[in-house]
């Protein structure tokens, strides 16, 4: 804008000098040009009123300086007198203009220009009485002339005039810019001395308000919809069509196992494999598409969306999952089924082998009550097979009955060593029980299976001449069961897996003692029914204990209990 002004000024200041040097010049030029006129008419009716007296030697005697031309031309037309001539060597003057009006009217004038000279000259003719003419010609610099006699003087104050324009400009126009560009754009003032400006300052303040108010609805709605997707669980990141983050909530970055994020970063730098990245191509391409990650702590499943806008996409949206546990219960639901199928297999393919022989009378008479035994074995197998098989779905499915009554414990665990007597005695087993009489709430059918598992594989895994002991005691809201024996142990390496499905330890041991690996599946789940936590201590040749926790009062069962 300085500019712009500082040029407009400059080329007005030149303009207007141009225009009036060629106005003073063309002004002095044209009364320069009257002046000359009259002064060669005023001296050619001096000179003929001379003639007329004195005759033609007026003028021999006359010296008329270099300034003016003067020509006596006789009434014919032929020239009789002529100051910067011979008069012989002149052509018939009677056609020239001013010749011919002063024959014809008694004076005449004409001017001629000469382009070589750049020069004018200016004629007046007067008739004589005798009707000779006495001409005087004199000469006038023409206005190209003049201007160019000027052009020096004009010149140098031209560039005076420019150096001045220059300064005078440079401090006009930022003397008019400096106070605009001093406007706070941001909270614009009016100010007295440009009043023009008012329209577009209060056009300024009000868009200036406007603009604070949109921002001040987006960072409150960027603040809202960041408070919302930080109290997500999953992750979400959305990105543009180079794939570079536009969001992305802090479960993205735990789930991903990505540390921090900037502002402007590839989803690349989130997590870098193959899988996801393949993912998230799809996705750009169009396509919903879905994977499983494997990170350090467990697995993920991403789903990653187009977001399309008209017909092309304009970015993705991805969704992060945790699905470590799902995963694992898949895991263990393959694997409980194989084991199921597995486990019902072994006593159905004795059972049936033996029934087999029995029809084809492949089995002696003597024999029969022997493989009648075998048959009836198995079928117990069976039998204890799927009655804690159908135990431990209830308890998975959530189907055990939400028994809330009273149990004392002492009288529970004295009737389940009851139930094991015989199983003692075979074994050789001494069981005792001590403690104190404690009640809880809970269910009576599940805690007398927890029990009775624990005080069964308490004898199963014992030696003859061994011991097994129930303590019942009691903390502050809490009551503590204890079962240990002396019995063989358990292996170090094995304690963690023993609450597994089907696990059993060291298979040729546990394959001379009947079970199904399905016991103590039994006790972890319910005792977690009840809210309790139980824990295994074990040294292999001496003996195991089991302590298990439970809350006096049973607490609302958890709906969401994880299964073991
Ligand atoms: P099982 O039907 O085989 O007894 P459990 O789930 O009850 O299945 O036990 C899993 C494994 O833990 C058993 O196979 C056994 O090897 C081991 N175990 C359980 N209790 C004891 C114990 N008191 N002493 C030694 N080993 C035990």
């Not at 699905?323 to 895991?331: D, G, I, R, S």
Request: net charge negative; glycine share 8%; aromatic share 6%.
């Amino acid at each position: 804008m300085t500019k712009k002004i500082f040029l407009s000024i400059i080329t007005i200041c030149i303009m207007t000098l141009l225009a009036a040097i060629f106005l003073v010049t063309a002004l002095l030029y044209s009364r320069s040009a009257e002046i000359a006129s009259a002064e060669v008419r005023t001296d050619a009716r001096l000179i003929a009123s001379a003639v007329e007296q004195s005759g033609g030697n007026y003028l021999d005697k006359t010296d008329f300086g270099g300034n003016i031309r003067v020509t006596w031309i006789a009434s014919g037309g032929n020239v009789i007198y002529d100051t910067d001539e011979d008069p012989d060597s002149l052509e018939n003057h009677s056609d020239r203009e001013e010749i011919s009006q002063a024959f014809d009217s008694g004076e005449g004038s004409s001017s001629r220009y000469s382009s070589t000279i750049m020069q004018k000259t200016v004629n007046h003719a007067v008739r004589l009485k005798d009707g000779s003419v006495i001409r005087v010609s004199g000469v006038h610099s023409s206005l190209t002339a003049e201007l160019m006699k000027a052009l020096s003087p004009m010149l140098a104050i031209l560039i005076a005039v420019v150096l001045f324009s220059v300064l005078a400009a440079s401090m006009v126009s930022r003397n008019i810019v400096r106070p605009i560009n001093n406007i706070d754009l941001s909270h614009p003032k009016i100010k007295k001395n440009y009043k023009e400006l008012a329209p577009l300052l209060e056009k300024l303040n009000s868009q200036n308000a406007k603009v604070s108010r949109q921002m001040d609805e987006l960072q409150s709605s960027r603040e809202q919809f960041s408070l919302m997707t930080e109290s997500m669980e999953e992750g979400l990141i959305i990105a543009d069509p180079k794939l570079i983050v536009l969001t992305c909530n802090s479960s993205a970055l735990r789930l991903l196992g990505a540390g921090s994020f900037t502002q402007g970063q590839s989803v690349y730098a989130l997590n870098n494999s193959d899988v996801f990245r393949r993912c998230l191509l799809n996705a750009l391409g169009g396509r919903r598409s879905e994977c499983i990650l494997r990170t350090g702590d467990g697995q993920r499943e991403v789903i990653a969306s187009p977001a399309n806008s008209i017909d092309m996409v304009c970015g993705i949206v991805v969704f992060i999952m945790d699905v470590t546990e799902k995963q694992e219960l898949e895991t263990m639901r393959r694997e409980f089924t194989s084991n199921v199928s597995h486990e019902l297999k072994t006593p159905l393919t004795t059972i049936y082998g033996i029934a087999d022989m029995l029809a084809n009378g492949m089995v002696q008479s003597g024999d029969v009550a022997e493989f009648g035994g075998n048959i009836r074995s198995e079928a117990e197998r069976l039998i204890n097979l799927i009655n804690d098989i159908v135990s431990l779905s209830k308890l998975d499915e959530d189907a055990a009955p939400h028994e809330n009554e009273n149990i004392e414990l002492f009288a529970l665990a004295e009737e389940v060593l009851d139930r094991l007597k015989l199983n003692a005695e075979e074994k050789g087993v001494v069981t005792s029980l001590s403690g104190e009489k404690v009640s809880i709430t809970g269910s009576r059918t599940i805690l007398s299976e927890v029990l009775y598992n624990l005080c069964d594989n308490g004898i199963k895994y014992n030696v003859s001449g061994g011991s097994l002991s129930v303590k019942i005691s009691h903390i502050p809201q809490r009551v503590i069961i204890t079962v240990s024996d002396t019995g063989m142990g358990i292996p170090k390496q094995y304690l963690g897996r023993v609450f597994e499905r089907f696990y059993r330890v060291d298979k040729s041991r546990s394959s001379r003692i009947k079970g199904t690996g399905l016991g103590l599946s039994i006790v972890k789940h319910g005792v977690l029914y009840h809210n309790g936590t139980v824990r295994v201590d074990s040294e292999e040749g001496k003996g195991t204990v089991f302590t298990v926790e439970l809350p006096i009062e049973k607490k609302q069962h958890n709906e969401e209990q994880g299964v073991f």
